[in-house]
Nanobody
């Protein structure tokens, strides 16, 4: 099994920045099998949406709403991946979840507990 723990959420004014971190721990075998490292978010009354992805090769993808403002990165040695969020606006207010996806004998999918990001206007 794999456990994911997020940190770094909080309250920030519009235009400010926050950095979220996700730390993975658990089975070395499964940690090495993770191929996609993701951040999702879910605002109040909204569906969960994919914000950013970084794959094992370091290729990144972003939701259109955060392109140019958010940056996802990964530290292989520490089994962590971060989401640097700049230029925050109230529409970014949500609970942010990290996610680890991979395949062994079948697809596996692990989630963190979520961290609240609130952007005040």
């Amino acid at each position: 099994q794999v456990q994911l723990v997020e940190s770094g959420g909080g309250l920030v004014q519009a235009g400010g920045s926050l950095r979220l971190s996700c730390t993975a721990s658990g089975s070395t075998f499964r940690l090495n099998a993770i191929s996609r490292y993701r951040w999702y978010r879910q605002g109040a009354g909204k569906q969960r949406e994919l914000v950013a992805t970084i794959n094992k090769g370091g290729v990144t993808n972003y939701a259109d709403s955060v392109k140019g403002r958010f940056t996802i990165s990964r530290d292989n040695a520490k089994n962590t991946w971060d989401l640097q969020m700049n230029g925050l606006n109230p529409e970014d207010t949500a609970v942010y979840y990290c996610n680890a996806w991979g395949v062994l004998d079948m697809v596996f999918d692990y989630w963190g507990q979520g961290t609240q990001v609130t952007v005040s206007s």
